[in-house]
């Protein structure tokens, strides 16, 4: 099984701050590396796939980097929309996510 | 616009079935692939079952802990999609969301709906 592991597990920064998510996968699974959003109450909301596409209607301040092995999420200018819990998923062989990284108010 | 309705969680005692149902609209169901992912309270996302579309045989696969348990089955005629969970148990407990598997991503989610396991 491929293990995916997030770093932090929560993070606290402010309004208008840069922010990186860190997912590492246990072996290589190339660029089969999806982000999701999920607030509160709610469903999940995909943000990238393929590891750097941007979904459609997703800001431009979110953006996904990596291949192989490890993987990043950064939001640029931290809006207050953007307090929320992020996953990171693989699906080079099935389907794993990360244990999700809370973004929280500073 | 895509939707994705479940329904059918409910309290069920350790042992027992429930049968979860999603229905599909605003997208050709019968032409993609369908996951279903479960979140225990406070936890983290967890596959569960998977189905390809007709055209790839309609197999499924099914995660480790509820391999021989769970059956994901689905009606393309009613654009349905289905969870038969059996020998239920309290780690089951979560919510079930069902998605539509697109490349292999989750495009879509519906609601969840929430399934107990308590005696």
């Known amino acids: 099984d491929i293990q995916m592991t997030q770093s932090p597990s929560t993070l606290s920064a402010s309004v208008g701050d840069r922010v990186t998510i860190t997912c590492r996968a246990s072996?290589?699974?190339?660029?089969?590396l999806a982000w999701y959003q999920q607030k509160p109450g709610k469903a999940p909301e995909l943000l990238i796939s393929?590891?750097?596409t941007l979904q459609s209607g997703v800001p431009s301040r979110f953006s996904g980097s990596g291949t192989g092995t490890e993987f990043t999420l950064t939001i640029t200018s931290l809006q207050p929309d953007d307090f929320a819990t992020y996953f990171c998923?693989?699906?080079?062989?099935?389907?794993?996510f990360g244990q999700g990284t809370k973004v929280e108010i500073k | 616009e895509v939707q994705l309705v479940e329904s059918g969680g409910d309290l069920a005692k350790p042992g027992e079935s429930l049968r979860l149902s999603c229905a599909a609209s605003?997208?050709?169901?019968?032409?993609?692939?369908m996951n279903w992912v479960r979140q225990a309270p406070g936890k983290g996302l967890e596959w569960v079952a998977h189905?390809?579309?007709?055209?790839?045989?309609?197999?499924?696969d099914y995660a480790a802990p509820v391999k021989g348990r769970f059956i994901i089955s689905r009606d393309d005629s009613k654009n349905m999609l289905y969870l038969q969970m059996n020998g239920l148990k309290a780690e089951d407990t979560a919510v079930y969301y069902c998605?539509?598997?697109?490349?292999?991503?989750?495009?879509?989610w519906g609601q969840g709906t929430l399934v107990t396991v308590s005696s």
């Open positions: 998923q693989q699906y080079n062989t099935y389907w794993t």
């Open positions: 605003g997208f050709l169901f019968r032409t993609v692939w």
């Open positions: 072996q290589s699974i190339s660029n089969r």
């Open positions: 189905i390809k579309k007709e055209s790839d045989g309609m197999t499924t």
């Open positions: 998605t539509w598997n697109y490349y292999g991503w989750e495009k879509n």
């Open positions: 393929q590891a750097s």
